[in-house]
């Protein structure tokens, strides 16, 4: 890995395009928040589109991606979904990001993640695991909310640092980009997201949610069913996303606060079951 390559080799040519961020850089480096980003929107989007064709490329490395062509009814109802959450007026980059959602096929691997820039991964074991739309609804909130507050460009900035990152949208490492989708993938300890980052994610899936017809609290509904079961630390999703089983209160009192809809919608001809059943 590269990881440790100079700074000074990559910024030179990058910062020749954008001089701007020069003067950005000088800044950061007198009052270096966490919050600080150095990409761009543009940039998340490139680096989750290269990351994206990373996975689609590596069926064997990363699990099979479900075709759309095969798998038309499913994908409408997953999109039908997904669209009604990216309508929330409370999206901040709804034009800006790529904003495009996959399956990936794995009986088991109860997850689901975001990379920079909009790109949504949701395994079938995570779909077979929960028990109706309002629970996907709340995880994929989760996720949206992941990208479009950039916590996942902030997370891969914090692990990989800026120069490693640069180098990979300069077009300059291929096994860098294998390394990022991996370890997105596999659900890595060291991108795991802060307790806060969750906390946020929570909180605007329940925003987001509160414009839809699905009950907003759905994720609390995925966490209680993982706590009743006794499953709080056996599955990848832990690994990212710390203390799940912790905040099914919170999100229910966001839930409260909010005054919005927590019972399941009715759903059409083909519901939730009919979506499961038509996975591999
Ligand atoms: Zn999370």
Redesign the pocket.
Known sequence: MNKTKSLMKFLPAYLHKRPWLFAFLLILTTCQEGSSLLFGLQDQVQLGQQTRDEILNNPGEYGTTLSRTEYPEAYAYLDEMFNEILASPELRYRDEFAWEIYLIDQEGTVNAFATPGGYIFVYTGLVQYLDNASQLAGVLG??V??SDRE?SARNLERQYGVAFLLDLLLGGGEGGLAEIASQLALGSTSLS?SRD??RE??EFSVIYLNSTDYACNGAAGFFQKLRDQGQCNSFTWFS??PD?CERVESINEEANQRSCTSSNLDEGAYDYNDFKADLP
């Open positions: 989760h996720e909310a992941h916590h997201f980052v969750e994610a929570d990212t996303h799940p």
